[in-house]
């Protein structure tokens, strides 16, 4: 059973920094994508950023350049860098494991923009 758990976040002023973590666990952590997504209250969960096992990387239109995901196979993490925010990247942050069928979700963690 996967085990998704996240870390990091809170609030920060704009132009600041924030980095998420996000521990597997009951997986062979290397083979599946990994991703971060985001929901802002009244809107639709929308896709940051996501990593494949071979490290390929997508973004967000709204983050490219501003942030970074990475992982590291060996700690079973996955890794969001958060640079040059802004008051619209208010939202929660969800971690999430892909691997067809299997697709799972961390508990979310909030991340506030705000001066």
């Known amino acids: 059973q996967v085990h998704l758990v996240q870390s990091g976040g809170g609030l920060v002023q704009p132009g600041g920094s924030l980095r998420l973590s996000c521990a597997a666990s009951g997986i062979i952590f290397s083979g599946y994508a990994m991703g971060w997504y985001r929901q802002a209250p009244g809107k639709q969960r929308e896709l940051v950023a996501t990593i494949t096992s071979g490290n390929s990387t997508v973004y967000g239109d709204s983050v490219k350049g501003r942030f970074t995901i990475s992982r590291d196979n060996a700690k079973s993490m996955v890794y969001l860098q958060m640079n040059s925010l802004k008051p619209e990247d208010t939202a929660v942050y969800f971690c999430?494991?892909?691997?067809?069928?299997?697709?799972?979700w961390g508990q979310g963690t909030q991340v506030t923009v705000s001066s």
């Open positions: 999430n494991a892909r691997r067809f069928p299997y697709d799972s």
